[in-house]
């Protein structure tokens, strides 16, 4: 291997230029022929026993020259890359400028890993969310208890909203029924908003055993695109109107629902969640906008490759979760109206801030000189054992020592980014909300929601 050319260029690419001389180049050619042969037929020999020349003036000869350049290729490269002393990041760019007896050039376009320029990275200041918990708050903590304690009867009266009816259905667009627009004995609470709209507002007022021709529009971005925009008619028969018994919200009540004798105390310790959980928001939306400051006061260029090779993951992971269900993340990205490449491109700006938050954080560990002792990497064993749930002689086999050193360092760089940062101000009471997940994360959630939802063929 020769190593013709360095060139770099712009947001941290290098093309190299390598070359693999003749000697090199035709041990390998043979080497893919003595692998070859045996399949390779030619007149007057058995096969296995047809020399080189012979077949290579048959069938060409560059016959073997694919696979030979395919076999040395990868080390040709990884010297390369040593001898010019780069830390690539992502895939290489491969172009073969030329092939021949005598050898073959080719240039490798690669990412490196990008040097950073700190910014202020301690004592960045923030505003940060006042916590208040109202009476509301509780009331909205309860529900889903009132909800599970709820017990539903059969009434002799029409349908109102908030009732949950057993209906039977049927859809016809331009008078054809479409596929998974049929259900029978169908349990829907009138209210959910969990059908077209406009469905589940003309089933008040009917009465079991009634039948009705029900009259809506598929919205215009519904999943799937022969339905979408298009009337259709809906031919429901009602079996069944069922009201909720709503239990009395007292001690009794309390008593039944959780480990708490009394209301006053069932509500206490709901506030407590609420406040702990409004407090752990705050915190992180504090330590997002802390970070996204160092971020932006750092200098780096992210080579195209890095982010690339980023998504590449975050989709395989994304595939891997789809999987259980059943279906292939293009599939999956179907039937929630999107595709590969909108998907991806969702997922780039997270990809982004991902890498550029884990160069920022491996700058600080170089600049504080953070090390990671033996009781600080075995802490970490102990920890990641008690999240997966286990042994910790198995998280050794599974992570190596520098792995563990990374991530101490990484916590480390971490704690003191956080633990340095300034409150500003509280900001006046706002609301809330939970912290948005990484692309992947979100969109693993959606994928178990989407589970469900294929279930209910005439939902939106």
Do not use: C, W
């Not at 970070?291 to 982010?307: H, K, L, R, S």
């Not at 340095?420 to 912290?435: K, P, W």
């Amino acid at each position: 291997m020769n190593l013709k050319n360095v060139e770099k260029k712009e947001k941290n690419t290098v093309v190299l230029t390598i070359e693999v001389g003749a000697e090199e180049f035709d041990a390998a050619v043979n080497k893919v022929y003595r692998r070859a042969k045996g399949s390779m037929s030619v007149p007057g020999f058995r096969k296995g026993k047809a020399p080189r020349k012979l077949i290579e003036k048959m069938y060409g000869e560059t016959i073997f020259y694919e696979d030979a350049i395919n076999d040395v290729y990868p080390q040709a490269l990884e010297d390369a890359i040593k001898e010019a002393d780069l830390e690539v990041v992502g895939y290489p760019q491969l172009n073969i400028e030329h092939v021949g007896a005598d050898g073959f050039q080719f240039t490798a376009t690669v990412g490196v890993k990008p040097e950073v320029k700190l910014g202020q990275y301690k004592g960045v200041a923030s505003a940060k969310d006042t916590v208040v918990v109202t009476d509301q708050d509780v009331e909205d903590e309860m529900k889903p208890l009132i909800s599970r304690a709820t017990t539903q009867e059969t009434v002799d009266r029409p349908v109102e909203n908030g009732d949950t009816t057993i209906i039977d259905f049927e859809g016809f667009v331009d008078g054809v029924a479409f596929e998974g627009g049929k259900a029978e004995q169908y349990s829907l609470k009138i209210g959910s908003g969990s059908f077209i709209p406009g469905f589940e507002e003309q089933i008040i007022g009917m009465s079991a055993g009634d039948e009705k021709d029900i009259n809506v529009t598929f919205p215009a971005e519904y999943g799937a695109e022969e339905l979408a925009g298009k009337p259709a008619v809906f031919k429901v028969k009602l079996h069944e109107v069922k009201a909720d018994d709503v239990p009395e919200i007292d001690d009794e009540f309390a008593k039944d629902v959780s480990e708490f004798e009394t209301l006053d105390e069932l509500k206490a310790d709901l506030r407590a969640k609420v406040e702990k959980r409004k407090a752990d928001n705050a915190q992180q939306a504090f330590e997002a906008a802390v970070m996204n400051q160092v971020i932006e006061a750092a200098e780096m260029e992210i080579p195209d490759t890095m982010v690339e090779y980023e998504l590449d993951k975050q989709m395989q992971n994304m595939e891997s979760r789809v999987s259980g269900m059943g279906v292939t993340l293009e599939q999956y990205l179907s039937m929630m109206g999107s595709n590969m490449t909108e998907f991806r491109e969702n997922m780039r700006p997270s990809a982004l801030r991902g890498i550029q938050q884990d160069l920022v954080l491996e700058a600080v560990v170089a600049a504080e000189g953070f090390e990671a002792t033996e009781e600080e990497k075995q802490a970490e064993v102990e920890k990641l054992a008690k999240e997966y749930d286990m042994e910790e002689d198995k998280i050794r086999a599974a992570i190596t020592d520098d792995q563990l050193a990374y991530s101490v360092k990484m916590d480390k760089a971490t704690k003191l980014i956080y633990g340095s940062a300034v409150v500003t101000e509280l900001t006046d009471e706002v609301e809330v909300t939970e912290q948005a997940a990484p692309a992947e994360e979100t969109a693993a959630e959606e994928a178990t929601a989407a589970e469900t939802a294929s279930e209910e063929p005439a939902e939106e």
